[in-house]
C-alpha cells in the first residue's frame, strides 16, 4: 500500500506536470486542439431540447476543461480520504457551473464583456498552466508550500493545512506531553512518560510522504551524531506501517538504502496519532526533561531549528 500511494502520488504529479506544460504551449498535440462546430437552430424551446442542448454543449467542452479537471481528478486522487477527494471535486465543479448559471440570467448584458475578455485568454491559458505545474510539482514534493520554512509553526499549520491542529487536540506549547504508547516493532512497547528527564524530539513520519523523506536525510544525520548523548532522546514514530502490512526490517531497508538510519517506532493501535490528532505529516515535537511540550512544527524542520529551541 504505501509502495502504491507513493507510484500514485508520482504518476499524479507527473500527468499534472505535463496538462500544466500542455496549457503553456509547449506541447502540442493535434487531437485536444481539435474542434467541430455545428449550427443548430430551434423554433420551439422547451425543456427537454434545453437540457440536451446543455448536455451537448458539456461534451463539447471537454477539450477545453480536459486538463484541468483530468489534474483536479489525478489530485483527488492522491487525498487521504474520498470526502477529503469528494470536497475538493464539489468545488471544482462549483467554480464551474456558477460563472454559467450567473450569465444564463444576465446573457444578453454580458456578451459584450465576454466578448472583450477574448483578448486575455492566451493569458488566462498561460496562467492555468502555471498553476497546474506548481500543483503537480507540490504532489511529488517539491512545491512552494513544502519548501517554505520561514512561517512559525503555528502560521505554518494554518498555511500549510488550514487547519490549527493545537486547537483540535488542545495540545499547546508549554504543556505537558499527553502519554502515548508505541512498539518498536518487537513487541517491546514503550510509553513517553519513559524518556521523562531527557530532551525528546518526537518525528511523526511515514515511508510514503515526500516531504518526510525530504527531511528524514538531515535528521538522521544529526540523530547519528547526538545519539550517544544521555540526556537527548530521539523518537522518530512511523504512523502508518500497520496499516501498510510493512514490518520494522523491511522499513529499515527501505530507509537504509536512503542511508537513512533512525531510532524507529510504530504506532501499532493509532494511539500516538489520535492523542496528538496528526492529521498532516511531517510533525516534530520537541519536549523538555519534565514533559513540556515547547514547540510543535507541522511540516518539516531543520536541525538549526531543533538546536535553538533546545538551547533556551
Same mark, same amino acid.
Given at each position: 500500500?504505501? $509502495?502504491?500511494? &507513493? ?14 506544460? +500542455? $496549457?503553456?504551449?509547449?506541447? *502540442? ?51 487521504? &480520504?474520498?470526502? $477529503?477527494?469528494?470536497?475538493?471535486? +464539489? ?8 460563472? %454559467? ?5 444576465? #446573457? ?12 486575455? !485568454?492566451?493569458?488566462?491559458?498561460? #496562467? ?8 503537480? !510539482? ?7 508550500? *513544502?519548501?517554505? *520554512?520561514? *512561517? ?35 513487541? @517491546? ?15 511523526? %513520519?511515514? &515511508? ?37 502490512? !510493512? ?7 527501505? @530507509? ?9 517506532? %510504530? ?26 511540550? !515547547? ?18
Amino acid at each position: 500500500m504505501t $509502495q502504491n500511494k &507513493t507510484l500514485l502520488k508520482n504518476i499524479s504529479g507527473t500527468v499534472i506536470i505535463f496538462f500544466g506544460i +500542455f $496549457q503553456l504551449g509547449f506541447i *502540442h498535440i493535434s487531437f485536444l486542439n481539435r474542434e467541430i462546430k455545428s449550427k443548430v437552430v430551434y423554433e420551439n424551446v422547451t425543456f427537454f431540447r434545453s437540457i440536451l442542448v446543455g448536455a451537448m454543449f458539456g461534451f463539447a467542452w471537454t477539450p477545453c476543461v480536459g486538463p484541468m479537471l483530468t489534474s483536479i481528478l489525478a489530485l483527488a486522487a492522491t487525498l487521504e &480520504t474520498v470526502k $477529503q477527494g469528494g470536497l475538493l471535486l +464539489f468545488f471544482y465543479a462549483v467554480g464551474y457551473s456558477t460563472p %454559467f448559471i450567473v450569465m444564463s440570467f444576465f #446573457a444578453r448584458s454580458v456578451m459584450p464583456f465576454i466578448k472583450k475578455m477574448g483578448k486575455y !485568454l492566451p493569458m488566462i491559458k498561460i #496562467a492555468t498552466g502555471v498553476i497546474l505545474i506548481i500543483i503537480g !510539482l507540490d504532489i511529488l514534493g517539491f512545491g512552494v508550500f *513544502h519548501l517554505d *520554512h520561514d *512561517h512559525d509553526h503555528e502560521n505554518e499549520a494554518s498555511y500549510e493545512n488550514g487547519i490549527d491542529l493545537e486547537e483540535k487536540t488542545g495540545i499547546f506549547e508549554n504543556d505537558v506531553a499527553k502519554e502515548i504508547y508505541f512498539t518498536n516493532g518487537e513487541d @517491546l512497547f514503550f510509553k513517553l512518560s519513559d524518556f521523562r528527564g531527557k530532551k525528546v524530539v518526537l518525528n511523526f %513520519f511515514a &515511508t510514503w510522504c515526500p516531504p518526510c523523506m525530504m527531511e528524514l536525510p538531515e535528521l538522521s544525520a544529526y540523530y547519528e551524531e547526538m545519539k550517544s548523548v544521555e540526556d537527548l532522546e530521539f523518537i522518530f514514530l512511523d504512523l502508518y506501517a500497520e496499516e501498510a502490512g !510493512l514490518s520494522k526490517s523491511e522499513i529499515e531497508r527501505f @530507509l537504509a538504502d536512503k542511508e537513512i538510519r533512525l531510532n524507529l517506532f %510504530f504506532d501499532d493501535e493509532g494511539i500516538a496519532n489520535e492523542t496528538y490528532g496528526v492529521a498532516y505529516i511531517p510533525t516534530t515535537l520537541l519536549i523538555d526533561e519534565n514533559g513540556k511540550i !515547547l514547540l510543535r512544527k507541522t511540516g518539516m524542520i531543520e536541525v538549526d531549528e531543533i538546536k535553538g529551541i533546545f538551547s533556551k
